[in-house]
């Protein structure tokens, strides 16, 4: 059974590599589907199939960069990419990340800045959940008055709508998203996303994860939209971030290759899902990931003040993790199959 | 005189336990460490890459960050190949709210 692992010549260790291919998949799938690059989700997968934690963070960079490229190119097909966006966004991004990262540096300095991070993230994904499960209740409120009202429920209506207000914000220069359906203060973008790159510095995490709700809530755009635009941007900072971590010498270029063979079939099926799955199914389940990830991050901070509780709390989130990773791919993965044999069996029915 | 020298030889022998550890907090931190690939055991290709990133780590990032878009866009032409003999719609979608 040699022939199932693969020699990694940077790291030098041996690695089982259709793990390395399921877990591309896995990611691929979610990435594709959420907008976001996964970067909480592959970390502890690479952890359990031995490799080195030096080189886990780039290697998932760089596999990102590639994997969001393809989704990215599947959902500029479907005119799911607001590039104008995408490119205003990435300057507040990239200041907003550096400005993050220096501060995380200086806060370094003082000491105890991981409890105060964690927490801080822990507090960030609640805020998000609640905003994601706060719009769709406030969706099915609305739509439950107007069929009380006997009047007709409008489809393409959403719960939360913030941006209705940002958007009466008249500063110039004021811009036109064509694929987005709006216009808006360019300020806007480049403020939202500079709050989210700078989280994201503190964070130390892609942004993908905050980028996506804000492109929702603050900024206004459609789910589709905002995932696309958010796979746009990541594809971008991702590679500059395998270049960074290239540089400094923790990138298994092979690994992300092989992680990239299952990301190229994955990012497919969890594009073409959001053609089935309609933006408030995306935002449920969205939802539900946010949640298993801000339980993760509770069960990591468990150990700090109990003690003994190291090993189950590090294996019971990795499990966590890597449950929610298989139950969302299949689920995206039947809805998506569900969907196309629903679309052909139509195409025949017209033929 | 004896007193002396044992003096001396308990302070050399602090300084021997105390210097390596003054030396590395003054060095640069675990994480700039430079890691070495192991080229001992490989050969043809990977023996090639992994000197490379022993050698130089530009010429390392550089083909990093060009080969990852490269094999990305071609898997992502590979897997659309494939995606389009299901017989769906790959070019369109409904619009779905707002």
Redesign the interface.
């Known amino acids: 059974m040699d022939w199932l692992y693969v020699?990694m010549?940077?790291?030098?260790v041996t690695i089982f590599w259709p793990g390395l291919v399921i877990l591309g998949i896995g990611v691929g799938i979610i990435g594709g589907f959420f907008g976001m690059g996964g970067a909480w989700m592959v970390t502890p997968g690479l952890n359990i199939l031995g490799f080195p934690m030096?080189f886990a963070i780039g290697t998932d960079i760089?596999h990102m960069?590639?994997?969001s490229?393809?989704s990215t190119?599947?959902h500029g097909?479907?005119?799911?990419v607001d590039y104008r966006l995408g490119v205003i966004m990435i300057i507040g991004t990239v200041a907003g990340f550096e400005i993050g990262a220096q501060m995380i540096m200086w806060l370094e300095r003082i000491g105890k800045v991981d409890m105060i991070v964690r927490w801080m993230y822990v507090i960030l994904l609640i805020l998000i959940a609640w905003m994601v499960f706060a719009d769709i209740a406030k969706k099915r409120k609305k739509e439950k008055e107007l069929r009380a009202k006997g009047e007709d429920v409008d489809?393409?209506?959403?719960g939360i709508e913030w941006h209705k207000t940002f958007h009466k914000l008249k500063i110039p220069p004021m811009v036109h998203f064509k694929a987005a359906?709006f216009t808006c203060s360019a300020w806007l973008p480049i403020f939202i996303s500079f709050a989210t790159g700078w989280l994201a510095g503190i964070l130390g995490i892609g942004g993908g994860l905050i980028r996506m709700p804000a492109l929702i809530y603050f900024i206004?755009c459609?789910?589709?939209i905002a995932v696309g635009t958010d796979l746009f941007e990541v594809a971008i900072s991702g590679?500059y971030g395998?270049?960074t971590y290239?540089?400094?010498?923790?990138?298994e270029?092979?690994a992300?290759?092989i992680m990239?063979?299952g990301?190229?079939?994955g990012?497919?099926v969890g594009t073409?899902a959001?053609?089935y799955i309609?933006?408030?199914g995306i935002r449920i389940a969205f939802g539900i990931a946010v949640v298993g990830c801000c339980i993760s991050v509770i069960m990591k901070l468990i150990p700090k003040y109990v003690a003994g509780t190291q090993v189950v709390m590090d294996i019971a989130s990795t499990t966590l993790i890597l449950g929610l990773v298989a139950a969302l791919s299949l689920y995206i993965l039947v809805k998506m199959v569900q969907g196309?044999k629903q679309?052909?069996a139509a195409?025949k029915g017209r033929a | 005189m004896y007193k002396l020298w044992t003096k001396l030889a308990g302070l050399a022998a602090a300084a021997a336990l105390v210097l390596p550890g003054v030396a590395l907090a003054a060095g640069e931190k675990a994480s700039?460490l430079?890691?070495v690939?192991?080229?001992r055991?490989?050969t043809g290709w990977?023996?090639w890459?992994?000197n490379l990133?022993n050698e130089s780590?530009?010429y390392?990032?550089i083909?990093?960050?060009v080969?990852?878009?490269i094999?990305?866009?071609i898997?992502?032409v590979?897997?659309?190949l494939?995606?389009s003999h299901?017989?769906?719609?790959?070019?369109?979608?409904?619009?779905?709210?707002?």
Request: hydrophobic residues 50%; aromatic residues 6%; proline residues 3%.
């Open positions: 020699l010549p940077i790291s030098g030096a760089a960069a590639g994997k490229l393809i190119m599947r097909r479907f005119g799911n489809k393409l209506a959403t359906g206004g459609p789910t589709h590679l395998a270049a290239t540089y400094k010498g923790r990138t270029l092979v992300a290759v990239l063979c990301a190229a079939m990012a497919q073409v959001t053609k309609k933006g408030y196309a679309e052909v195409k | 700039l430079v890691i690939a192991d080229t055991k490989l990977e023996a890459f992994a990133y780590h530009i390392f990032t083909v990093t960050v080969a990852i878009p094999i990305g866009v898997l992502g590979l897997a659309d494939v995606m299901i017989g769906i719609d790959l070019k369109s979608r409904e619009l779905s709210e707002h």
